[in-house]
Nanobody, 113 residues
Framework: VQLVESGGGLVQPGGSLRLSCAAS????????MTWWRQAPGKERELVAA????????TYADSVRDRFTISRDNAKNTVYLQMNNLKPEDTAVYYC???????WGQGTQVTVSS
């Protein structure tokens, strides 16, 4: 299982970013996918999840109505569209297949003016 996150960066409060996670080494279209984040000094937390077929999706209360998880099974990629970003969204973001132990390297998101 290989997961490669990308799309992070520095953005001002209120801005947007789109994260991508390219997956390989397993049958992507058969598995539920998740996005997690870990802020400095805090535990890793689940941000969003999407079923193998793309519906249903679930979100942490802190990001609901601002973040959207989606997937393209033809491209073996899961996305996280993040809008109206806040400083408290600053973290390293990871994607993960719940059924496997592997984590990617993560992508840093920094929200600051």
């Amino acid at each position: 299982v290989q997961l490669v996150e990308s799309g992070g960066g520095l953005v001002q409060p209120g801005g947007s970013l789109r994260l991508s996670c390219a997956a390989s080494g397993f049958t992507f279209s058969s598995f539920r996918m998740t996005w997690w984040r870990q802020a400095p000094g805090k535990e890793r937390e689940l941000v969003a999840a999407i079923s193998a077929a793309g519906r249903p999706t679930t979100y942490a209360d802190s990001v609901r109505d601002r973040f959207t998880i989606s997937r393209d099974n033809a491209k073996n990629t899961v996305y996280l569209q993040m809008n109206n970003l806040k400083p408290e969204d600053t973290a390293v973001y990871y994607c993960k297949v719940p059924m496997f132990a592997s984590w990617g390297q993560g992508t840093q998101v920094t929200v600051s003016s």
